[in-house]
């Protein structure tokens, strides 16, 4: 069982950037693929970017291509997404996830999911 907690988020202006990062517990969380994904008001959960278990692969949705990062450090056992020059379609509630298929772009392969964090951009 792996347990995942978000925190970083905020309201920011559109310009701005802000890191989230995600602890997972157990140490075990090396072994998982992580994943950021977020929904906004009224819509589907969307991918945003995914990591692999040793970091050596990322995955990025096309609108975060360029502007976020995703990133991890299994010694603490945390996963952070550092997010550049935020917009107005930024805001969501931002989930971090985890599973062992791969760092995929579907929300199905995932098996463990923290609470979410608000992000908040104003134009």
């Known amino acids: 069982q792996v347990q995942l907690v978000e925190s970083g988020g905020g309201l920011v202006q559109a310009g701005d950037s802000l890191r989230l990062s995600c602890a997972a517990s157990p140490p075990t969380f090396r072994f998982y693929d992580a994943g950021w994904f977020r929904q906004a008001p009224g819509k589907e959960r969307e991918f945003v970017a995914a990591i692999s278990k040793t970091g050596s692969n990322t995955n990025y949705a096309g609108s975060a291509q360029g502007r976020f990062t995703i990133s991890r450090d299994n010694a603490k056992n945390t996963v952070q997404l550092q997010m550049n020059s935020l917009s107005a379609e930024d805001t969501a509630v931002y989930y971090c996830?985890?599973?062992?298929?791969?760092?995929?772009?579907?929300?199905?392969?995932?098996?463990?999911w923290g609470q979410g964090t608000q992000v908040t951009v104003s134009s």
């Open positions: 996830a985890a599973g062992i298929k791969g760092p995929g772009t579907l929300a199905n392969r995932y098996n463990y």
